[in-house]
């Protein structure tokens, strides 16, 4: 049903989903879920040909805090725009995709724009575009803002969008060449650690959880990376496997945000990016 007012197209409840949905681009890559939790992905993998790609980036994006008055809207439009530049470039969503403040959260729904509904929603348009290059999805603690009222949004957000979810860590296998796979693990992220060292402590620890070699989460709305090495029975020899942890930050606006009323540490949008080559090898860059 199409609805006009003043000769124009209006949204409404009977046209608004089909609008986003014939938005939807087509998948262009095999993403197959595992260990399927509750209907979570709790382990995904993605398989590509290296006669179609010379290289693999994989970038993170996260704490976006869609509807939140600091949202830098236009930085994740623009991350959106340049990751659609390249088709090597995919995507994983590390949580906070927006900021649901409700009457039962620790902050004010005074700091958000929209009723966490309309972020949802907005959001979800404002994603549709590279839905096709998202490999995987976890919620953090702003998804789960809505729990208490409705049940967790970030589940309807990768309905919408059509991608794997997890509320928790989710564990991402990219096959590449002589990747077999390049294990990833992501995870939102959890505390309230203020200084760079303790930042880095829970970053790490959740390093020594896993056998993956890249681990990313966000949360602390700050930049830490930390490379480590792992020992591996490989037949008879003994082998060192080159890990790394990442950090980043999000796209909210510094000041007249809370961190800025609290005296937290000023920070800017910046998302780490791996880059894999069909020969093995890796390397960590951050935008």
Not at 50 to 65: C, G, R, S, Y
Not at 128 to 157: A, D, W
Not at 247 to 260: D, I, N, P, Q
């Amino acid at each position: 049903m199409k609805i006009t007012l003043g000769g124009r197209a209006v949204e409404t409840t009977s046209n608004r989903l089909m609008t986003i949905l014939d938005k939807r681009p087509k998948d262009v890559c095999k993403v197959t879920e595992h260990k399927v939790v509750q209907g979570q992905a709790k382990r995904v993998s993605v398989t590509f040909d290296p006669k179609n790609f010379k290289t693999i980036e994989l970038i993170h994006i996260t704490d976006v805090q869609y509807g939140a008055i600091n949202c830098q809207e236009d930085r994740f439009t623009e991350f959106r725009d340049w990751v659609l530049d390249k088709p090597n470039r995919f995507v994983l969503f590390g949580g906070d995709m927006i900021d649901a403040n409700t009457v039962l959260s620790v902050g004010s729904p005074y700091e958000n724009k929209f009723e966490p509904k309309e972020q949802l929603l907005k959001f979800v348009t404002l994603a549709m575009p590279f839905r096709h290059r998202v490999l995987g999805y976890v919620g953090g603690n702003h998804e789960q803002r809505t729990s208490k009222s409705f049940g967790e949004c970030g589940s309807i957000i990768a309905t919408l969008l059509g991608i794997p979810y997890s509320n928790g860590k989710q564990l991402i296998d990219i096959h590449f060449g002589r990747h077999s796979p390049f294990k990833v693990d992501i995870w939102h992220g959890f505390g309230s650690a203020k200084t760079k060292g303790a930042k880095a402590q829970m970053l790490h620890r959740f390093m020594q959880q896993g056998d993956s070699q890249l681990y990313l989460v966000g949360h602390l709305h700050d930049v830490v990376l930390l490379f480590d090495w792992r020992q591996k029975r490989i037949g008879k020899d003994i082998k060192l496997e080159k890990i790394a942890g990442g950090m980043s930050s999000s796209f909210l606006e510094f000041w007249g945000s809370y961190a800025e009323r609290a005296g937290l540490s000023p920070s800017d949008t910046m998302m780490w990016r791996c880059i894999l080559e069909p020969t093995g090898k890796w390397e960590l860059t951050a935008r």
